[in-house]
């Protein structure tokens, strides 16, 4: 696999998603400020349905576009039948998610049409960057994500500054930026790809089989996540007052916005995982564990620093009535951030080495613990359940891929680089704002990052010691 163009690839992601967050970011700021806990609230469960539509039926299919077209050689002739099937998969989440909608208050026909629109946008996405994830144009990539943000947060301020913001003007303009995008995204590509050509001889005789025999088992696994991601946000508003969602659903925002930077390295590294795995070579191979303890103490570094930061700096940006959201976020950072970056490195190579449907039976256990611990914990303890929800479901989803990777002893030591700071974060989240506990958590993490530097490798992978008596 060449490492260098990964880094690279990755590399663009990143920059777009730093610029795409950043505007995301801000957007926050403006949201929670004008609508307050309730009214985010009640926009977070608007965005649990119109992201969930996207994950549950756009994340998946296109996925196939990298595989297939690994073993093809043609983009077009993977993006048709991937396309067919997230299009099916798109109208029957639509059927779940608009009768939910009602369910959940969102019932106003302005709402209802943004869940519509603003859902089919956001598949259509997940289709542009499979294309371009293929084509390796990583840059494309974070350019248009970065537009995305760009222009609702340019609504945003409009709004604010003529006629204030409510929650339905909120949704318009998150549903007016996807489409906007979509178009200039699906304009760009197809300059370059003949994606819709239906020519006879250019479409597999079984467009359902040949999208499920490559990816099939993702559909289990997106579902899995979309339940992992949102069964928190449900179950408080089920339970608990829209002002506690709006607390949470801020916290698992920030949560988001750090470990998504893993989750990039899905996108870049997927086609290269693909291409190692069809030339015949080992997953451990392809994921040497040096390098994986030596990326996950610096990513458990940036986790300990970040939650520190964020538990003194929340309550300034967002507003005092968003003061509590340090708890969840500490404990989801803690919990569960700290182990992105090794979840994201197995699932990219087990999906390039078609084993997804090992990680569909993770998937399932995983969201099956997140929904057990939520009906537990959420009604007594309100919007800190779900963070040791999310933990409990994190800790079994990724050591269950170590443990299929790379066996029972290597999965130990990446829990042993992780473990101090999860105590470290867990600790601080019983007082966000307690200086010695602060201060102990920066060094717990400055340790780990040291560490990972100077001895992330493996005895056989050191350069051997010097002779001290020379050459013979």
């Keep these: 696999m060449d ?32 609508l307050g806990t309730a009214g985010f609230g009640e926009l977070s469960l608007f965005l649990a349905l119109t992201l969930g539509v996207s994950l549950v039926a756009g994340s998946w299919p296109f996925l196939a576009v990298p595989v297939l077209s690994a073993e093809e050689g043609s983009i077009g002739a993977a993006f048709r039948p991937s396309l067919y099937v997230a299009a099916m998969a798109t109208a029957a989440s639509l059927v779940v998610a608009v009768p939910l909608a009602f369910g959940l208050g969102i019932d106003a026909p302005a709402s209802i049409a943004c869940v519509v ?140 916005f750090v470990t998504a930077l893993t989750g990039y390295w899905l996108t870049a590294a997927l086609p290269e995982h693909a291409r190692s795995s069809a030339a015949g070579l080992d997953l451990k191979e392809q994921l040497p564990l040096p390098r994986l303890l030596k990326y996950s103490g610096l990513w458990g570094t940036l986790i300990g620093i970040t939650g520190v930061a964020a538990a003194f700096v929340l309550p300034r940006v967002f507003g005092s009535e968003f003061e509590e959201t340090a708890v969840p976020l500490l404990i989801l950072l803690g919990g569960s951030g700290v182990f992105a970056a090794t979840y994201y490195a197995f699932l990219a190579a087990l999906v390039g080495s078609k084993r997804s449907s090992l990680v569909a039976r993770v998937g399932i256990a995983s969201v099956i613990v997140n929904i057990a611990l939520d009906l537990i914990l959420v009604p007594p303890f309100g919007v800190v359940g779900p963070g040791f929800a999310t933990f409990g479901q994190s800790l079994v989803g990724t050591f269950a891929l170590s443990l299929i990777v790379l066996g029972r002893g290597a999965s130990l030591r990446l829990a042993a680089v992780a473990a101090p700071v999860v105590t470290a974060t867990m600790l601080l989240a019983i007082d966000p704002t307690n200086i010695p506990l602060a201060g102990l958590t920066v060094v717990v993490a400055i340790l780990t990052g040291i560490w990972s530097l100077g001895h992330g490798r493996t005895r056989s992978e050191r350069p051997p010691a010097e002779d001290p008596a020379g050459p013979a």
């Design 117 to 256: 629109v603003s859902s089919v946008a956001l598949v259509g996405l997940q289709g542009v960057f499979s294309v371009q994830q293929t084509e390796g144009r990583m840059g494309e990539i974070a350019l248009l994500q970065t537009l995305e943000r760009v222009i609702a947060l340019a609504v945003a301020l409009l709004a604010v500054a003529s006629t204030g913001l409510g929650v339905i003007g909120a949704e318009v303009l998150l549903t007016v930026a996807a489409a906007v995008t979509f178009v200039v995204a699906i304009v760009i590509v197809h300059r370059r790809q003949e994606l819709f050509r239906t020519a006879s001889d250019a479409m597999p005789d079984h467009l359902i089989g040949t999208v499920m025999g490559a990816v099939g088992a993702m559909g289990i696994v997106s579902l899995a996540s979309y339940g992992v991601a949102y069964a928190d946000t449900f179950t408080l508003a089920i339970f608990r007052s829209h002002s506690e969602v709006g607390i949470y659903s801020l916290a698992y925002s920030i949560f988001t």
């Design 3 to 34: 490492q260098r163009r990964l880094t690279r690839n990755v590399g663009w992601l990143w920059a777009g998603y730093i610029g795409r967050s950043l505007g995301y970011f801000l957007l926050i700021v403006v949201l929670t400020r004008e």
